[in-house]
């Protein structure tokens, strides 16, 4: 079984979602932080690990083998979840499997799109997601 440390350094409560089976299901044997932090943070996390400017939705970097760090925006993730069609937990859950695909070493493209459905699908049940309606993901 996976390790998922979960902490919220934002002061909004973190929507509800099967962290854990998610993490299970996509890197078994993997320890992960989930970090929920508010913009100021997220950008410049993004700034000093990817030299980029702007507030991410999602960061996710490895810190050793079989570990990782995802970072997820709440603030953004709320903002773009309509874009997605999909509800605010229903995003933060994509960010996360979105995150945890991205560590097991996939770049976007066709291959995470149908991951990422076929994640959604069986650990939410989610029937129908089509992805972002535009390509600017993070």
Known sequence: MSNLDIRN???RSVP????????DAIL???DISLVFAGET???SLNL??????????VLSYESGKK???IVICLNIAERQAASYDLSYKNMVGYLFI???LHLKGLPHGATMDKQEREHLSRIIGLASFNGPKDSNRH
């Open 48 to 57: 000093s690990l990817r030299n980029k400017d702007y507030i991410p939705n």
């Open 41 to 43: 943070r997220a950008k």
């Open 28 to 30: 078994p044997g993997w």
């Open 16 to 23: 509800v979602f099967v962290y854990q089976k998610a993490l």
């Open 98 to 100: 979105h995150a945890l």
């Open 9 to 11: 350094f934002t002061r």
């Open 67 to 69: 570990s990782g760090e």
